[in-house]
């Protein structure tokens, strides 16, 4: 079965520095998203993405991140320059058609991202 | 703004045992609802979904049924096994164009034991 794939699975990096997160969305789908679960809070919705711009983006979603899809089949984003409340589980997630309230999304394993 | 809320966890059962989880939510429209499902080192999986008022979803024994009178989806199994320990989002998506983001619920963490 067709699945959404992340790497890394960890990352750890230093205050400062750039970090990009990389996804395999299933590859007939057209919408990707990201989401970030911080240790022990809700799941939070960050960005969704169709047809090479962003669609949606949250509160959260400040200049020092990006989204990219620099190929046929890789999704990244991007944070310029990391902060230790950056630190979190990152979800990327698919669909396959038009991206409505009853499409289903199909999330990856995540990256942990650790910022220290 | 759109919001779910659960009941918090963690929840421990016995192998068999009949499991609730509930979950209300707060929408301005007319939302589509799902529960995911996060096994230990895996992503979330859908497990069920329903997009209008009394629709029932359920999957894999699991029945969740949209309640619009009491803006609930609560999940719910006969028999648990100890292979169900995993945690369990109640989700909601609004938007009925493109992009809709979901809006996810704490999790609730269920253990089974044998």
Redesign the interface.
């Known amino acids: 079965e067709p699945e959404v794939t992340q790497t890394p699975s960890h990352q750890v990096t230093q205050m400062g520095q750039e970090v990009i997160l990389r996804c395999v969305p299933i590859s007939n789908h057209l919408y990707f998203y990201w989401y970030r679960q911080i240790l022990g809070q809700k799941v939070e919705f960050l960005v969704s993405f169709y047809n090479n711009e962003i669609s949606e983006k949250s509160e959260i979603f400040d200049d020092q991140f990006s989204v990219e899809r620099p190929d046929g089949s890789n999704f990244t984003l991007k944070i310029r320059s990391t902060k230790l409340e950056d630190s979190a589980m990152y979800f990327c997630a698919s669909t396959e058609t038009g991206g409505g309230a009853a499409d289903t999304q199909y999330f990856g394993p995540g990256t942990r991202l650790t910022v220290l | 703004g759109d919001s779910v809320t659960q009941m918090e966890g963690p929840v421990t059962l016995s192998e068999e045992a009949f499991l609730t989880i509930n979950c209300t939510y707060t929408a301005t429209g007319y ?2 609802l ?1 529960w ?1 499902v996060q096994y230990p ?6 497990l069920l ?1 329903a ?1 209008k008022a009394d629709d029932k979803g359920s999957n894999k024994g699991f029945e969740a049924t949209y309640r619009k009178e009491t803006t609930s989806f609560h999940l719910e199994k006969g028999s648990v096994q100890v292979s169900d320990s995993a945690v369990y ?1 109640c ?1 909601l ?15 609730t963490q269920l253990t089974v034991n044998p």
């Open positions: 939302p589509s799902f995911y080192g895996e992503g979330l999986q859908l979904k997009t989002f989700a998506s609004e938007k009925e164009t493109s992009g809709s983001r979901l809006t996810f619920g704490e999790g």
